[in-house]
């Protein structure tokens, strides 16, 4: 059975440049949580989808926003990019509040 | 605000010698809390969690209330235990997928 699968695996983006990041859960589950690791700290929330609704989002700027489909996959949008967007960005899912499950994350790097 | 705390951004050791992995929490009440395993060139996946009381892989954690601790703990570290440590908890104010981590706890296991 595939994990949580996360698309792409690096990329790099020019500052003031948009970028989408996008998410698979595990089958059957039915909600995505974005999460930021910046080097050297633990990951920090962003947002959580369930049943294609926002149900949480962190201290993110408005710059940050996301959705999840039908299938329950989901996408991070980020604009604007900052240098300090620069991390990795883990999307988790879980069944009903149950053990979450990490992807391996996409590394994002702005210049 | 919420928060985990992890003392410790390195623990070093030899193998056989026991492992105590430190962390506190911020907040009064019942709190949900985890330990989360990184493996080199893995995902974040799940060690244990307090409310299951299960030994994982030879490690428990015990939830100490007065002191606002659930220390990771290991009598005889083992080489493959080396790893990168994280406390996470779920906020107060309830939601799954919303865990709050600390900034992680670098294991090193050495011959």
């Known amino acids: 059975d595939a994990g949580v699968t996360q698309s792409p695996t690096h990329l790099i983006k020019t500052r003031g440049q948009h970028v989408t990041l996008r998410c698979s859960p595990i089958?059957?589950?039915?909600?995505v949580s974005w999460y930021q690791q910046v080097l050297g700290q633990g990951p920090q929330f962003i947002f959580q989808?369930?049943?294609?609704?926002?149900?949480g989002r962190g201290n993110f700027p408005d710059r940050f926003s996301a959705r999840q489909f039908p299938n329950y996959s989901s996408e991070l949008n980020v604009n604007a990019l900052l240098l300090g967007d620069s991390a990795l960005y883990l999307c988790?899912?879980?069944?009903?509040?149950?053990?979450?499950?990490f992807g391996e994350g996409s590394w994002l790097t702005v210049v | 605000a919420q928060r985990v705390t992890q003392p410790e951004k390195l623990l070093s050791v030899f193998k056989g010698a026991p492992v105590e992995l430190k962390c506190n929490y911020s907040?009064?009440?019942?709190?949900?809390l985890f330990w989360y395993v990184q493996y080199s060139r893995q995902r974040l996946q799940l060690l244990l969690r307090?409310?299951s009381r299960e030994s994982i892989k030879g490690f428990t954690a015990d939830l100490n209330k007065g002191e606002t601790s659930f220390h990771l703990k290991k009598p005889f570290a083992q080489e493959e235990d080396s790893a990168m440590y994280y406390c996470?908890?779920?906020?107060?104010?309830?939601?799954?997928?919303?865990?709050?981590f600390g900034a992680g706890t670098r294991l090193a296991v050495h011959p």
């Open positions: 988790a899912s879980s069944y009903s509040g149950n053990t979450i499950y």
């Open positions: 089958s059957g589950h039915k909600s």
């Open positions: 989808y369930y049943e294609k609704e926002e149900r």
């Open positions: 907040y009064s009440g019942s709190p949900e």
């Open positions: 307090h409310i």
């Open positions: 996470a908890s779920y906020p107060i104010s309830g939601g799954y997928n919303k865990l709050i």
